[in-house]
T-cell receptor, first 111, second 112 residues
């Protein structure tokens, strides 16, 4: 089974901090995605990547950046955390179209 | 501009009865649709999918129906079981794009 691992299950950060959320997949998938899940808004795509060093903006990229230096790792960076970035963050990977595998999520609280 | 909408935030169904979850979309370019199930503190897991060339796909207790003219799909769970209690997301994609657009989710509660 494909495994997508998110480094932290829960995080609490202060406003203005730079925050790194890490995601690692173990099945050589080309595509990786970062979503955030908020009540009433569902899952919204922040950034995605089709290959190493490639990245594309999703629907809500403002305030975020990403890094993909290795195929298996896709990092989400909050440049200066704000309270409206308090959310559940979900990483996913896929080899072919439609085959998403999600990690367990990181619940980030910005205080 | 929510392109995929699930208008019922929650649904409660008795064990053994049918659960019907609905999803509407606005983008006529969507040609593949999926349902994901999410338990608390876990990532979503794939449940069932349907291509726009079909109007029905069945997998055990789960059936997805697609009405392209109405831009509507539904997920039927028969019979419903307590373990089906979760949040269900529908998702859609276009042709060669690999990114999925998700709906807002419906929380299903199956009661004894």
């Amino acid at each position: 089974d494909v495994k997508v691992t998110q480094s932290s299950r829960y995080l609490v950060k202060r406003t203005g901090e730079k925050v790194f959320l890490e995601c690692v997949q173990d099945m050589d998938h080309e595509n990786m995605f970062w979503y955030r899940q908020d009540p009433g808004l569902g899952l919204r795509l922040i950034y995605f990547s089709y290959d190493v060093k490639m990245k594309e903006k999703g629907d809500i990229p403002e305030g975020y950046s990403v890094s993909r230096e290795k195929k298996e790792r896709f990092s989400l960076i909050l440049e200066s955390a704000s309270t409206n970035q308090t959310s559940m963050y979900l990483c996913a990977s896929s080899l072919v179209l439609y085959g998403y595998t999600f990690g367990s999520g990181t619940r980030l609280t910005v205080v | 501009d929510q392109q995929v909408k699930q208008n019922s935030p929650s649904l409660s169904v008795q064990e053994g009865r049918i659960s019907i979850l609905n999803c509407d979309y606005t983008n006529s370019m969507f040609d593949y649709f999926l349902w994901y199930k999410k338990y608390p503190a876990e990532g979503p897991t794939f449940l069932i999918s349907i291509s726009s060339i079909k109007d029905k796909n069945e997998d055990g207790r789960f059936t997805v129906f697609l009405n392209k003219s109405a831009k509507h799909l539904s997920l039927h769970i028969v019979p419903s079981q307590p373990g089906d209690s979760a949040v269900y997301f529908c998702a859609a994609s276009t042709g060669t794009a690999s990114k999925l657009t998700f709906g807002t989710g419906t929380r299903l509660q199956v009661t004894l």
